[in-house]
């Protein structure tokens, strides 16, 4: 694909920044809450901002938003760490937690209310509501605005100590509740929470907000530019005046961009957590979810992801990519990389009557036709094989140039074979199709004689290996509505199919997790990391091998 020579908004606004003198380097960061598992939107965040400081010779810091104690867990962390750097953002030694720094936020707050911009406020959580106002109604002020310098010091220093109670008493900024945005309406900056913190313990008891947190971590950092999505425009005069309240030096700037968002999956939090509470998906990193872990477990490479990341580009309004894009770069990404080995996902017997019973000859099959460095394996072929069922028609329709009686196609990369009939069983089900080969077509021999139409697939009845397999179809289906009348998921019924019958070339048996390998004619597939045994793989789908998508170039 050709490289795109535009610059997109956001390094247009740091060109301008470095041309201007406003900043001498470039320092960007990715700031989850360690709230939940990483998803593909979030991907997005983390290869912008990694991108960026690549791209300035910066640097790239990776920090938890860790100020909030009720709903973190270590879990996360660890899942988030490993999710990064599987995506090959590296931030070096650079690893912060926000909960690092309640001293000087601590502090700062205390600067604010010496120079009376901030001051303890009694009102509750409701009545503040309330005061707040509108976008058509000012704000009112509080009763508490005009409280003494000192008093708002000694109030503040006995949150801190733990004397009152969670709701009783929060320090707010003194803005304008006039302000036509509301986030100026005299913010709460700090509250009390008294809650243990899984890094601090139980050193605080007062707690500050994000919209008071973030812009300190980012400063204390050095960070330049602080990158984020669109819902964060109307808290930027806020950003901006924590920033400059607080007297850093070389503020940091807010921009934002557009969310990524995806067709036919789920991303939020809430319905994901309520998936996986309900036993409908497997956990966090079921193969059917778009978390990065899930994305990992399905077979998706980190190279497709950045793909897919700089296709979308970066975009200053909302709007849904099609999924088909992700499977588009998966597929590009696996394309000349991995062997295209034979397995039979629905199988049924073929019997080839007049090859000689007890005879096993070894034919050599190229591993990739578009890329011959990957070279060739030897597969065995014999008198009893296994082909897909949907390979045999005992009355095929026009146009259908597989197996029935009467028809010869190709032995992919061995004979021709001409269908002679089949068996059934008191159903009617086909349980044997029959075949005759003629030895003058073998493959790579330099036969120049007749032509077949169709070429199948095929394994060897002898030595193939059972395995399990599993397709995928989207979890939500866009065009039939995502949600329910009542709110809930309209989940597709078919979004999992287990195929615990499926037939492969025995050394696929031998492939461990994350291994991915071509399927001829039925997809890309990747070894399951969490359900596969030594020796037992199970393999998901990544995709299939066709798509009706095209990409605009
Ligand atoms: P979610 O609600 O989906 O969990 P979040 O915004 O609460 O997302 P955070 O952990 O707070 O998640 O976000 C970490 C960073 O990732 C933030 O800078 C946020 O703007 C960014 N981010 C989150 N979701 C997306 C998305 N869909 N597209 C791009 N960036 C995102
Ligand atoms: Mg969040």
Request: hydrophobic share 35%.
């Amino acid at each position: 694909m050709e490289e795109t020579v535009s610059r997109n908004f956001i390094e247009q606004e740091i060109d301008r920044d470095l041309a201007e003198g406003v900043y001498d380097h470039v320092q960007t960061r990715f700031p989850p809450e360690p709230n939940g598992y990483l998803h593909i939107g979030h991907a997005k965040s983390i290869l912008l901002n990694y991108g960026l400081a690549k791209e300035y010779g910066g640097k790239f810091n990776m920090r938890f938003d860790d100020t909030n104690p009720t709903k973190e867990k270590t879990e996360f962390v660890e899942s988030i760490l490993a999710d990064v750097k599987w995506l090959g953002a590296d931030f070096e030694d650079r690893l912060f937690f926000a909960s690092d720094y309640f001293q000087t936020m601590y502090e700062k707050a205390v600067l604010l209310i010496k120079k009376g911009k901030a001051y303890v406020c009694d009102l509750t959580a409701e009545e503040i509501r309330e005061y707040r106002g509108d976008f058509k109604t000012p704000g009112r002020e509080s009763p508490y605005r005009n409280r003494s310098v000192e008093e708002n010091l000694k109030l503040f220093e006995e949150m801190k100590e733990g004397k009152y109670p969670d709701g009783s008493k929060v320090l707010r900024g003194k803005i304008d509740m006039a302000s036509p945005n509301i986030n100026m309406r005299d913010p709460v900056l700090y509250r009390v929470a008294h809650q243990s913190h899984h890094n601090t313990g139980d050193q605080w008891c007062i707690y500050p907000m994000y919209d008071f947190a973030h812009p300190i971590e980012d400063a204390i950092e050095h960070i330049t530019h602080s990158i984020c999505t669109l819902e964060f425009e109307d808290h930027r005069p806020l950003y901006d005046w924590v920033v400059h309240e607080c007297e850093f030096e070389n503020p940091p700037r807010q921009i934002e961009f557009a969310k990524l968002y995806l067709t036919n999956v789920v991303t939020g939090k809430r319905y994901i957590k309520k998936l996986v509470e309900d036993g409908i998906v497997d956990g966090w990193d079921d193969p059917r979810l778009v978390s990065i872990a899930a994305l990992r477990r399905r077979g998706y490479t980190p190279e497709s992801i950045r793909t897919f990341v700089d296709l979308v580009g970066v975009a200053k309004a909302n709007s849904s990519v099609d999924y088909a894009l992700l499977e588009y770069c998966i597929r590009e990404d696996l394309k000349l990389k991995k062997p295209r080995m034979m397995a039979i996902l629905d199988p049924v017997k073929l019997v080839i009557d007049n090859y000689p019973e007890g005879r096993t000859e070894e034919l050599e099959v190229p591993n990739n036709l578009e890329n011959p460095e990957l070279g060739s394996r030897t597969v065995t072929f014999g008198r009893e094989l296994y082909i897909e069922r949907e390979d045999f028609m005992e009355i095929p329709p026009r146009k259908y140039f597989r197996l029935f009686p009467g028809n010869e196609v190709r032995l992919m990369s061995a004979y021709f074979v001409t269908c002679t009939g089949c068996e059934k069983d008191a159903d009617g089900n086909v349980t044997v199709v029959h075949a005759t080969y003629d030895p003058e077509t073998k493959s790579g021999s330099g036969f120049a004689g007749r032509k077949v139409k169709g070429t199948i697939h095929w394994v060897n009845a002898m030595d193939a290996r059972q395995v399990e397999c599993r397709l995928y179809e989207n979890i939500v289906d866009e065009e039939k509505g995502k949600l329910n009348e009542d709110g809930t998921l309209n989940l597709n019924p078919n979004s999992l199919t287990i195929l615990k019958k499926c037939y492969v070339e025995p050394a696929l048996a031998q492939a461990k997790a994350y291994d991915s390998f071509q399927f001829v004619r039925n997809g890309y597939f990747c070894v399951d990391c969490k359900d596969s045994r030594p020796g037992e793989p199970v393999f998901n789908r990544i995709v299939s091998l066709k798509s009706s998508f095209k990409i605009q170039k």
